[in-house]
Every structure is written in structure tokens, then in C-alpha cells.
């Protein structure tokens, strides 16, 4: 059977680092605040003019150059994203574009901070469909502009980046001994939609609106629905978490990834946590965490790595595989 495997991974984060005590200059809170309820140290932040497609191309290219392929290998890109350079063109079609890519197509998805999870089973679903051979999915944002900068209760929790993965069909056995994505699993409830929603947007107000969030709502729901997925995952697969190697979370806050690890009985050590030095980057949090961990060294051929994340809408889900 055919198996998505990922062949090739790259990151970007604007070069504007911006601390806990740089933005208790202009808001009313603290470093001890952020770190002690969100585990977040510091966030990268685009500079003027920098928009969701510059970070997108630049990690598109990344992950090209890992994967050791070129745009006349990509059948298809995917976007994940919330903050477009535009309500349209798709901004995934503007980074085609500037990759020099005039053959097959491109767009984009919404699905919040759930959005790579999203493009990652959408791309999973060409592959295995043969519809396409190797598809690039991105996951890039700039959650700052569409921050309300006076608002402390969501201002500190965000931040800029882009994540990108090369995703190829190859043959496998059809085993969960197989390289590639080995399930995934997607959910969402609109009943929850007035709990992390944007104030804006074309078709109602005419302008792009700021985030707002019920953080104690969202928090409320976020570990069951977590868990939820990754279980089904687990059943899925007749896997189990003593068999991950490690467990790559929806970068948000940290005491919602450690509670999630603590329910489903996944021990400390196989967690990766980039949340302290990124911030919370929605679409582009899970490939810029999986990027850093293959980086350092921690992933390695063979490992069992289990994706997860929850947003807006909300909308959740988990893919389970085998790096
Ligand atoms: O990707 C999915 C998207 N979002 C999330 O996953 C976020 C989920 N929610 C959360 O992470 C947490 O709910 C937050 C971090 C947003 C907030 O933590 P909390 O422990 O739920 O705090 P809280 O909202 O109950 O606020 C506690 C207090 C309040 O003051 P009072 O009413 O007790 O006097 C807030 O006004 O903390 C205050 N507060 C702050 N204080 C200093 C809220 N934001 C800040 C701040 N600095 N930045």
C-alpha cells in the first residue's frame, strides 16, 4: 500500500526576538506571569512589511533542499494558515509562484492552530489516492497581525513562523512497521466557535478583526479533546504510548501539553517542547517543533512520532507516524 513518508523538512522565525519583560513594557504583565501559565520565554516576531508568505517561501525552500528535490518534483503545495497575505489569491499560490513552480497547483487551508494537522491528512489522502506523487505542505503565520497589542490575555501568548515538510508516496507493506503516516485522525465542533474566534473578517465587518479567546474555555476543553484523538490514534494502529518515541504537540501553552502527556501516560522525556523559545505560531507550530527535533538529532529513522494539535473552530487532530 502506498504510505506518505516525509522525505524532507524546513523552518523560518523572523529574525525579531521579542521577551516576556520587553512586552511588560507596554502591557500590564509580568515574566513570572507567561512562564509560570504558559511555559512561554519568547516569541519571534515579523518586521514590518514581512508577511505570511515571505516565512512560508522561506521554509518551502528549506525543506526542498533537505529533501534534495526541486519544484519540478512537487505535484502540490498546501498551505496551513490563518493570517493569508490576503483574504485572495490563495497565499500558497504566491509562494508557488516565487518558487518558480508554473505546473500543477496550489492552496490554501484553514483550520487554525490545527491547520498543518489538517494539510498534512489532506496531503496523506492525494498520495494514497494517486492523485499526486510528492506534495509540499507548509504551515506558516503571523498571528501579531491579528493581535489586539493591548489585550494581555491573548498579546502574550502568540507568535511568527513557518514550518514546512516534502511528503512523497512510496510503496509500503501496509504494516505500522511501514515509514510514513500511519493514521491520522480529524475533528471539529462549531459549537465552540465563539471561544478562540477572530472579531472580522470580508463577508461580516469588512476588516480583518483580532483574536479573541476564552483561555480558560479553551483550556478546559483542549486535554480531553487531545486525548480523545490520540486514543483513536492508538486504537487505529493497535499501538500504544509506550511505543512512541516521541510526542510532537500543538505548541500553545505548556501546561496543556504536559497534562495531555501526563493522561495518555507519555513519559516527560519523549516530549518536545518548543513553546518557551516560539511562542504559540498556530499552523506553523507542530513543523517547526518536528524541524528543531530532527535538527538536534532527537528523531531518527524508524521512530514512531505522534502529531497532535487543537484550535479554533475548535478543530483537532492527531497523526500517528513512522519517521
Ligand atoms: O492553540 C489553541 C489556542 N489557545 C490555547 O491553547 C490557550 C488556552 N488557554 C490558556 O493557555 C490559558 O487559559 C491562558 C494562559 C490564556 C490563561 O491562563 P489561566 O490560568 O487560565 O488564567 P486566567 O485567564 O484565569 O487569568 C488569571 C488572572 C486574571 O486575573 P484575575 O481576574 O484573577 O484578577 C487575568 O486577568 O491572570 C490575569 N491575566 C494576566 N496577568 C498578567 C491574564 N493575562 C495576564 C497576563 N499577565 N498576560
Avoid at 489516492?129 to 501579531?144: C, D, H, M, P, Q
Avoid at 469588512?206 to 476564552?214: A, D, N, S, W
Amino acid at each position: 500500500m502506498i504510505r506518505s513518508v516525509i522525505t524532507g523538512c524546513g523552518s523560518y522565525l523572523p529574525e525579531n526576538i521579542v521577551t516576556n519583560d520587553d512586552l511588560a513594557k507596554t502591557v500590564d504583565t509580568t515574566d513570572e506571569w507567561i512562564v509560570q501559565r504558559t511555559g512561554i520565554r519568547q516569541r519571534h516576531i515579523a518586521e514590518d512589511g514581512e508577511t505570511t508568505a515571505d516565512l512560508g517561501e522561506k521554509a518551502a525552500r528549506a525543506a526542498m533542499k533537505d529533501a534534495g528535490i526541486t519544484v519540478d518534483d512537487l505535484d502540490l503545495i498546501i498551505l496551513a494558515t490563518s493570517t493569508p497575505n490576503n483574504t485572495f489569491p490563495a497565499t500558497s499560490v504566491e509562494i508557488q509562484h516565487r518558487l518558480g513552480m508554473n505546473h500543477g497547483a496550489a492552496f490554501d487551508m484553514q483550520a487554525v492552530c490545527s491547520g498543518f494537522v489538517f494539510a498534512l491528512t489532506t496531503a496523506d489522502q492525494y498520495l494514497k489516492s494517486g492523485f499526486a506523487k510528492r506534495i509540499l505542505v507548509i504551515g506558516a503565520e503571523t498571528f501579531s497581525r491579528i493581535l489586539d497589542w493591548e489585550d494581555r490575555t491573548t498579546c502574550v501568548l502568540f507568535g511568527d513562523g513557518a514550518g514546512a515538510v516534502v511528503l512523497e508516496a512510496r510503496e509500503g507493506e501496509g504494516s505500522v512497521s511501514d515509514q510514513g503516516i500511519l493514521t491520522c485522525q480529524l475533528r471539529s465542533d462549531g459549537s465552540h466557535k465563539d471561544k478562540l474566534y477572530v472579531d472580522g473578517g470580508p463577508s461580516t465587518t469588512q476588516t480583518v478583526g483580532h483574536l479573541r479567546m476564552q483561555g480558560k474555555e479553551v483550556f478546559r476543553h483542549a486535554v480531553g479533546m487531545i486525548t480523545d484523538v490520540i486514543v483513536a490514534s492508538f486504537k487505529a494502529t493497535g499501538l500504544n504510548a509506550d511505543d512512541l518515541n516521541w510526542f510532537i504537540p500543538h505548541q500553545a501553552n505548556k501546561r496543556i501539553i504536559d497534562a495531555s502527556a501526563k493522561k495518555l501516560k507519555i513519559s516527560p522525556e519523549k516530549v518536545v517542547i518548543t513553546v518557551d523559545h516560539h511562542g504559540n505560531t498556530s499552523a506553523a507550530s507542530i513543523p517547526l517543533a518536528l524541524c528543531e527535533a530532527v535538527a538536534n538529532g532527537k528523531v531518527k529513522k524508524g521512530d514512531l512520532i505522534m502529531l497532535e494539535a487543537m484550535g479554533g473552530g475548535f478543530t483537532w487532530g492527531a497523526i500517528l507516524l513512522r519517521w
